[in-house]
Structure formats: C-alpha cells, structure tokens
C-alpha cells in the first residue's frame, strides 16, 4: 500500500496532539505517534475520532505511512529525549528525510543536531512553535530554522496551520541555518518574560499601593487592552482578574506567590552575557522570578526588615489623583516594554553577527504579530520601524518609539520614583528606565572604573584625547612597573 501521510509527529501532550489536529484541518495526513503508545490509541479513539489522522505503535510503523521525503516532527521534552529519537530515527529514515524538532530546545543543541543529521545525509529543522495550547490548535507562531533544503518541504505546512497576521501573512517564515529559528523563539521567550514581569509590577502597584480590588483593575486591563498596550498578556490579565474561585473571591488572590520557569528565559540572559549585550529588563524578570521562590524566606523577612507603608493613601482616596496615577502605570508598562524589545532586538542583532545569520527583524516582528504569546498590536509598529530602516541600531532610535518614550516619560520617571519611596518593588521598571538614561548618556562613569582596573590589575585604559585603540598603562602607586596586563574586549 502506498504511503499516505504527508507528515509524522512524535509526542502526543497537550501541544502535539492540538497541532496534529491543526494540521488535520488544514488538509494534511499525520501519523501520530507517542513512546507509551497507549496514548496513540487513546488519542485516535477521542479527540481524533472522525478525522483523516492516522497511528503508529513503533517508528517504523510510522515511517513506512510516510511519502518521501519523509518529514518527522517531535514535539518533546528539550535535552535527552530528542537526541534518543534522532538515534531511533536514524535506520528508518534515507538520504533527504527531515527530522524537525518542534520543542524549547537550546539553539546550541540545534547546531550540534542539525550537523549531525547533515553527517548522515538527513535534512534537520529546528523550529520554535509558540502560542500554547490554544495556538498549536487555532495556529502558532511557528519559526524553523536549521537545513535551508529542507524549507520547501515543510513551508506549505507550516505557513498553512500558523496563525495570521493582518491580510492574511502567516506568522512563520524561513528563520535562519542553524539553531536560528529555536534562537529568535528563545528570545521571544525572553521577551515573554519581561512583558509578564511588567504586567505583574502594573498590577501590584495598582493592588499593594492603590488598594484596588480585582474588579477595579478588571477594567483597568479592559481599557488598556483597546489601545496601544493591546496584547494577548493584557487581554488574558483581564480574564484572570475577572475569574472568581467556588466561594465567589477572585481566584488571582488564592494562588501562592511563587512563579516557575522552565529555563527559555535564563538561556536568554546567559547568551546576552557571552555576547555582551545588556538585556537587563529580562534578567530582571528571571530574577524575579528566582525571588518569588524564597517564598519562606521572604516571610520570615517581613517580620524583620522594616520599610515605608507601601499604600499610596492620597491617591486611592482623590478619584482625580487615581486616574492620573493609573494613566502614568500604564506609561511605565508601555515605555519599559518598548525598551524590552529594543533589548531582546539588539541582542539578536549581535546574534546574527557572532553566527553568521542573516535576520530579517520585520519579518521576525510579523512572526511574532499572531499566534504566539506575546503577540500585540505593538509589534506591527516594530515591523514597521525595520521595514523603513533594515539598518536601525536599536528600536529607540526610530522615530514613533522616541515619540512614544518622549510622551511617557513623566509618567514612567513618577512610578519609579513613588514606587521607590514607598518600598513597592518595581525591578523591571527600574531597569528599564536605568538603561534608557545610560543609553542616552554620551558620557559614564565608566573612564573612573576603567582606572580601578588598571590600577589594581594594570589592564590599560584608552584617551579621550588619543585615537580609539591606543592602550596606556599608568603607574598609580609609584611602587608599580610599567609592564600592563592584556587590553581589555568591549
């Protein structure tokens, strides 16, 4: 009999099964296929019952149902799991075939698989698939890299079952070589983050220092989510904090403050620090996060490290005041989210340099415009900054973003200064505008720390008043010698 289906996926949790169906929709066979293969069976017999999808109980069941090229996506755990089913594919599979891993894997992983399966005549594909549950059913943001032969094999069904962005442009392009498309998704998931941190200091400004009830900011969210915060993480914030538990309380107020991580986020600010580059709204939201685990410490603190009262009391109080303080939250939210993405935007810029990849950041942007959890209106505005400038240093610097921090500035500056002088914490907002007045500085402290360095470890410094490049060693003890340590990278 001949082979029927255009595709196989390996791994039937929530996201493989709701893709698989997905493609099924779209007009694609898929044989499903899972390691306890009872769940192959549970997953025909109900969710897939009635559709075209087809199963497999071993790999080479499900290899022998595929047509050349024959196209293997996995969608499991990150690490082990994926190198064990390369290692299984491997006899099943001839020279052309791709394997395609579709999970939160390590673009470095990538590199090594893709080079890998290349080595052995196999077509490898790394791709990020963002959206959850929600968007591998209705359809992803979806990013692939990795072997440029294999992309016309596999475009027709990804840019089928992607979400779409305005005019029907599917949020999934060609990325990169390499571990390029699972490096973009884990920067998304940086930046995914940041805007959660963000929301959550918004959100507990609003509840610690203005003493609002859930419904209150119900419809603050509301609001925020017709303009330009409009955003699935502003939108799903509103339904959180309308849902009320069993005994009729908002249930964001039962669930305990400590939040999880699954490692995307600290990836991101390990790369940013081997390539230099300052992302430091998202290390902030991976610290706060590490925070927000020594939840019994930070109880036993409470009772001893003593601070201001954080409730902002003239504000809740004078309906006027309040609005006004609100408006400038949402100033704060808005322009530390412009900087995040500038950050997260910098960082794939010196990317692509260090690994040779040629990134087009509009089209990133359109990718990221639907499906995927940090899909927003804003980001049409980033494709649209790249689009009238491919060069652009850094998104502060076009024209509607400097127009846009301009306008909220005041409001960001009194956030961060009030939430400072009543011990509110507002790291990511802190950073934010931290970076932002360091990045405006044509001039930091930096020549004073430069001179620390060289006068206890004789590492050199460059003149403002000699050419870039020139080292000078100084003997600042007059017990010193004139030899210098190696320069110094920047």
């Not at 649209?384 to 502060?396: D, G, I, Q, T, V």
């Amino acid at each position: 009999m001949e082979p029927q289906a255009d595709i196989a996926l390996i791994g039937l949790a929530v996201m493989g099964q709701n893709l698989i169906l997905n493609m099924n929709d779209h007009g694609f066979t898929v044989v499903a296929y899972n390691r306890t293969v009872e769940k192959v069976d549970q997953f025909l017999a109900n969710e897939a019952k009635g559709t075209k999808i087809l199963g497999a109980h071993s790999i080479a069941e499900m290899v022998a149902q595929l047509k050349k090229p024959r196209r293997v996506m996995m969608l499991v755990k990150a690490g082990k799991a994926v190198d064990e089913f390369i290692e299984q594919l491997l006899p099943h599979l001839e020279a052309g075939d791709i394997i395609i891993d579709g999970g939160n894997s390590l673009f470095e992983d990538t590199n090594r698989r893709g080079k890998y399966c290349e080595s052995k005549g196999l077509l490898f594909i790394g791709t990020g698939v963002s959206g959850g549950e929600e968007g591998a059913r209705r359809g992803p943001s979806i990013m692939p890299g990795g072997s440029p032969a294999a992309w016309p094999h596999i475009k027709d069904i990804f840019q089928s079952v992607s979400a779409k962005a305005d005019g029907g442009a599917p949020c999934c392009d060609w990325v990169g070589e390499g571990g390029a498309g699972h490096y973009v998704k884990m920067v998304h998931n940086g930046i995914e983050y940041g805007d959660m941190q963000l929301i959550c200091e918004a959100y507990n400004i609003m509840k610690t220092g203005l003493g609002m009830s859930a419904a209150e900011m119900h419809a603050v969210f509301t609001d925020w989510n017709q303009g330009d915060l409009d955003s699935y993480l502003i939108e799903i914030t509103r339904d959180i904090l309308s849902k009320q538990d069993d005994d009729g309380t908002p249930l964001v107020d039962k669930i305990l403050d400590t939040a999880g991580q699954k490692g995307t986020g600290k990836w991101t600010v390990i790369n940013s620090q081997e390539l230099g580059i300052p992302i430091t709204l998202m290390a902030e939201a991976v610290y706060s996060r590490c925070v927000s685990a020594l939840k019994d410490e930070r109880v036993k603190a409470a009772k001893k490290l003593k601070g201001p009262r954080p409730t902002l009391t003239s504000l809740a109080t004078n309906a006027e005041k309040k609005k006004a303080f609100i408006a400038d939250i949402k100033s704060a939210l808005y322009a530390s989210k412009i900087v995040s993405y500038a950050q997260g935007y910098m960082l794939m810029r010196a990317a692509a340099a260090e690994y040779k990849w040629n990134l087009n950041y509009g089209g990133i942007a359109l990718m990221w415009r639907g499906g995927c959890i940090i899909r927003s209106r804003f980001l049409g505005k980033i494709k649209e900054a790249y689009e009238n400038h491919p060069k652009l240093s850094n998104l502060m610097l076009d024209d509607y973003f400097r127009g846009e921090i301009k306008q909220a500035q005041k409001g960001w500056r009194n956030i961060v200064a009030t939430a400072a002088k009543r011990g509110i914490p507002v790291p990511a907002f802190s950073t934010a505008l931290a970076f932002y007045d360091q990045y405006r500085s044509a001039v930091l402290p930096a020549n004073l720390l430069q001179a620390q360095r060289d006068y206890f470890g004789a590492h050199t410094y460059e003149r403002v008043d000699k050419p870039r490049g020139e080292f000078f060693h100084t003997n600042w003890t007059g017990r010193g010698g004139t030899t210098a340590s190696s320069t110094y990278t920047v």
